[in-house]
């Protein structure tokens, strides 16, 4: 009813605004509809889920509008879910309303939101709020947050509020209360350029879940394992980021107080204090060589992660209530085969290694190197890969890139498999780009990922052709040319085919997609979350467009 409330006065005070005084009016909107179809060759069948059995097809849209006046801005996002399972791959949700409001307005140095607000702190691990609508998240505070710019090199920056965005009901909010405190700066020392900052977070649990922890701790079996809960918790970080000349380095210490936290791995209580520290290099230099056409990139980044998971509870279920986010530490991959073993940070513990490394030798070729080694923190390995590829550029018209990647992912950590194996993989693959006018451009891609663990091998080919401005189509298939099962893979013992089809139209702002898309189980990533998805077979229809 409160939203009803809100957006009605929001309408009217609009409408009347823009009657009496010509404001900035914009907006976009985002929907897909889908169609579900059952294909029990790749284990799709009725019971996998309410789409496939009764429902048949889903569908989700997101209508933003910001309007600028009277040195305002508002803003609200009218949110639709129907039978959908954007949130829960394996459920359904139908629900719509006011997903976003925000109201803001700038005085002389002090910045005031009220409402929904989108926020990060450093790197975003202490503190962050976003949204990825492509798989479902929507870490959204509602409250008060507040700016304030001390001088051209000085902010600080202040909230609390409530965090909405949960599967049974993304138009609700949670009970605890989340507060933060962050301070920022740069400042030039002779030729270093330095700029950093400080934050401190606070969140207070409500008195059911602190009742729940309480219950569980009590039934633990051991004694010596009890301990006495906390309502309040507190994460802090300081960074620090400097370059000078072809030089950086950037540092950063998050800390956080003991509390209830449950392990990523056992799954049980225990009461720890968490903490990560992390540690970039990187160095930069081009028109090298005699011709001065070549160049040189490096980016080194150390991380260790212990026992630091900031959420709203230990109660809440994997990608609900994160307060703060740890990113993965290995490399995203567009490509299809080589994506598909994607390794999210363990929180519980792990310490890791990364190296990318680009080397430019002139316009014409360039060769990439990346290198990644994790491990838990008492040294048995969780994640390794070994990347290289060489782009050649033949003409304006022809280019190339092939490489080839090797993995080893231990998928009962990081898909709570039990019972399956390392997976471990070598990946070689090509891709050329062909542009014979300014219109038209053609693309082929290949991979072929040996393995002898989980689904087994794959083979992925793909055909695009883009005619500018308006027309893209696409044609691939991932087929399982070396099958391999489990006994908890549903998908019958035999060679299957993935095929997708793929077209786009685009007219001014407007985007129209069509696909015919067969997925097999496994990761999908966006934006560095990743989660672990049921196969798919349907139909998908978008539509997008901005005003």
């Known amino acids: 009813m409160k939203s009803k409330i809100f957006t009605l006065l929001f309408f009217c005070f609009t409408v009347s605004s823009m009657a009496q005084n010509k404001g900035v009016l914009s907006g976009n909107l985002q929907s897909s509809f889908n169609v579900f179809l059952v294909d029990s060759n790749i284990g799709v069948t009725e019971s996998t889920s309410p789409q496939y059995g009764?429902?048949?097809?889903?569908?989700?849209?997101?209508?933003?509008?910001?309007?600028?006046?009277?040195?305002?801005?508002?803003?609200?996002?009218f949110d639709m879910f129907n039978n959908s399972n954007l949130l829960n791959p394996t459920g359904s949700y139908s629900d719509q309303g006011l997903g976003f409001w925000q109201i803001s307005k700038e005085i002389e140095k002090l910045k005031i939101t009220a409402g929904y607000f989108y926020e990060q702190f450093g790197s975003g691990i202490v503190f962050r709020s976003y949204e990825d609508r492509l798989i479902g998240i929507d870490y959204a505070i509602q409250g008060l947050k507040a700016r304030y710019r001390i001088n051209d090199n000085l902010?600080?920056?202040?909230?609390?509020?409530?965090?909405?965005?949960?599967?049974?009901?993304?138009?609700?909010?949670?009970?605890?209360?989340?507060k933060g405190f962050n301070i920022e700066g740069k400042k030039t020392i002779k030729k270093v350029n330095l700029d950093g900052g400080a934050s401190i977070v606070n969140r207070t649990l409500d008195n059911q879940s602190m009742a729940s922890i309480v219950s569980e701790i009590n039934n633990l079996p051991n004694v010596e394992d009890r301990f006495y809960p906390k309502y309040n918790t507190y994460s802090y970080n300081g960074y620090l980021n400097s370059s000078y000349k072809y030089f950086t380095l950037g540092l950063e210490y998050v800390g956080k107080t003991k509390e209830a936290i449950r392990d990523q791995i056992t799954g049980d209580l225990k009461n720890k204090a968490g903490e990560v520290i992390i540690a970039n290099f990187g160095f930069s230099k081009s028109k090298l060589g005699k011709k001065k056409k070549g160049g040189y990139g490096l980016n080194f980044q150390y991380r260790r992660i212990d026992s630091y998971n900031m959420t709203l509870s230990p109660n809440v279920r994997a990608l609900e209530g994160l307060v703060g986010f740890v990113p993965s530490l290995t490399q995203q991959s567009s490509y299809r085969l080589l994506a598909r073993y994607a390794a999210q940070a363990i929180t519980t513990g792990e310490e890791g290694l990364q190296m990318d490394m680009n080397i430019v030798l002139d316009k014409k070729n360039t060769i990439t190197i990346n290198?990644?080694?994790?491990?838990?923190?008492?040294?048995?390995?969780?994640?390794?890969?070994?990347?290289?590829?060489?782009?050649?550029?033949?003409?304006?018209?022809?280019?190339?890139?092939?490489?080839?990647?090797?993995?080893?992912?231990?998928?009962?950590?990081?898909?709570?498999?039990?019972?399956?194996?390392?997976?471990?993989?070598?990946?070689?693959?090509?891709?050329?780009?062909?542009?014979?006018?300014r219109k038209n451009s053609f693309r082929f891609e290949g991979q072929y990922m040996k393995t002898e663990q989980d689904y087994g091998s794959f083979a992925n080919i793909l055909i695009e052709w883009n005619h500018s401005p308006h027309f893209s189509f696409q044609v691939s298939d991932m087929i399982n040319t070396e099958p391999h099962r489990y006994e908890d893979n549903p998908a019958p013992d035999k060679i299957l085919h993935y095929y997708s089809i793929f077209g786009k139209y685009i007219v001014n702002t407007t985007s129209f997609t069509l696909a015919y898309i067969k997925q097999v189980e496994g990761i999908n990533c966006s934006g560095g979350v990743c989660r672990l998805e049921p196969a798919f077979s349907g139909v998908r229809f978008t539509l997008t467009t901005n005003f």
């Open 155 to 178: 902010a600080v920056k202040a909230f609390t509020g409530r965090q909405k965005g949960f599967q049974e009901n993304r138009f609700g909010f949670a009970n605890q209360i989340v």
């Open 371 to 437: 290198l990644a080694d994790i491990k838990q923190l008492n040294g048995e390995q969780l994640y390794r890969e070994y990347y290289i590829d060489y782009l050649r550029k033949f003409s304006l018209k022809l280019k190339t890139r092939i490489g080839v990647q090797s993995i080893f992912y231990d998928q009962q950590i990081y898909q709570g498999k039990l019972g399956h194996a390392d997976v471990k993989t070598i990946t070689p693959f090509f891709d050329i780009t062909y542009k014979p006018d």
């Open 54 to 77: 009764t429902q048949k097809s889903s569908a989700e849209a997101f209508l933003f509008l910001n309007y600028n006046n009277f040195g305002f801005d508002f803003a609200a996002r």
